[in-house]
């Protein structure tokens, strides 16, 4: 009996918070809405950089920096933060901000009355309208919708000047759709009551669109920055021993000019056989070379790959898709084109083993298995 009373007072709690809903006024679902915006795109965030720590990305980061030193772009990444860009979160947000934008046009035709009104639901319509054109076409570019031969031949025939002046077409569409944004968010912010909504959900996309992915894209390349920030420091303080260094002997050939003549003159009597002796022994002695095989090479076009084929080290594969044939390297978390197959089959490109630097065969270099 307990139980069923606690779930008829769940039950009518949750009617009760509905009932709410349905009672909440225009104005407070434009205020509850941006909220909802920025909760979705933390919610995003978190989870983009779970994803990153969990398939590796801080090991893909390290080999990165081993192979690439401290001060280089590659070692940087754009991991996960496409995530609160597109895919599910992405499109949350975006119908999000399509409700807000519905919200604060019913709470401004309920605030105002007349001409106001007439030319913001024509601007919302004209923006709805342009915004279908657009993706109908991007959709036929990119082959996700197909049009007919027939179709194709008839709209030449029936609209030959839409055809045969494709650049004042493209003009008058951005003429119409700029001004009609114009309109419709210049009303939003021109009526008092709406102009604090409009700005709230301005700073809840920038929030979720800017704010979020630059915070996550800084936390996933945190080892970078900081090797980065050590590279810098570094370099600034060799800058500045070698400063001091140049003054330091600025100041002692001053302080030592005196002496000279009198150094020159025993240099004279004696000593000149002996330092000359010294001086040819040394040069006879053959310096010793103690760089790497990368450091020793200045060919842009040799390739020396950090823990070849090892657990969080780099790969490489030999990929046949779209683009053609290419050589890709890949450390776990994103992966680039390097050249051409047939660059590298010509011997244009060739790969090596950083620590060893064994060449890398091209017939070696397994082919990528495509999803």
């Known amino acids: 009996m307990r139980k069923v009373k606690k779930m ?9 918070d509905i009932q709410k809903w349905k009672q909440m006024s225009m104005e407070d679902l434009a205020n509850h809405i941006p909220v909802v915006i920025m909760a979705t795109a933390m919610i995003a965030g978190v989870i983009a950089y779970i994803m990153y720590i969990v398939n590796g990305g801080y090991l893909a980061q390290i080999a990165a920096i081993k192979e690439y030193g401290f001060i280089s772009t590659d070692t940087f990444t754009a991991g996960t933060t496409g995530l609160v860009f597109g895919g599910i979160a992405g499109n949350i947000i975006l119908l999000l ?11 401004y035709c309920g605030i105002c009355k007349g001409g106001k009104k007439t030319a913001l639901i024509a601007s919302g319509i004209l923006i709805l309208v342009q915004i279908a054109a657009a993706f109908v076409l991007l959709w036929i570019r990119i082959g996700r919708v197909t049009v007919e031969p027939n179709a194709v031949r008839a709209l030449i025939v029936n609209f030959p000047e839409v055809i045969m002046y494709v650049k004042p077409v493209g003009i008058t569409y951005t003429i119409l759709t700029v001004g009609a944004l114009i309109v419709f968010f210049g009303l939003l912010l021109a009526e008092a009551g709406s102009c604090g909504m409009v700005t709230f959900t301005a700073e809840a996309m920038i929030f979720a669109k800017v704010v979020v992915p630059i915070v ?4 996933e390349n945190i080892l970078a920055l900081g090797a980065a920030v050590i590279g810098c420091i570094f370099i600034f303080v060799v800058i500045l021993g070698i400063g001091k260094l140049l003054l330091d002997g600025l100041a002692s050939a001053g302080s030592g000019g005196e ?7 025993s240099f004279e009597a004696g000593g000149s056989s002996g330092y000359s002796e010294s001086r040819s022994e ?3 002695e053959p310096k010793r070379d103690n760089r790497t095989p990368r450091e020793k090479d200045k060919n842009p076009n040799h390739h020396y790959i950090a823990n070849y084929q090892e657990t969080g080290g780099i790969k ?5 898709n779209s683009m053609g044939n290419y050589v890709e390297l890949d450390n776990s978390v994103v992966s680039r084109k390097v050249c051409s197959l047939a660059d590298a089959e010509k011997g244009k490109h060739i790969f090596y083993r950083e620590n060893s630097g064994q060449e890398i065969r091209l017939d070696d270099i397994p082919w990528k298995k495509m999803k």
């Open 216 to 219: 996550v894209w800084i936390l």
């Open 316 to 320: 490489l594969y030999k990929v046949h």
């Open 8 to 16: 008829k007072k769940d039950r009518i709690k949750f009617m009760l």
């Open 259 to 265: 002496g000279s003549g009198q150094s020159a003159s």
């Open 97 to 107: 901000l399509i409700a807000e934008l519905v919200v604060l046009s019913l709470n």
């Open 282 to 284: 040394k040069r006879s």
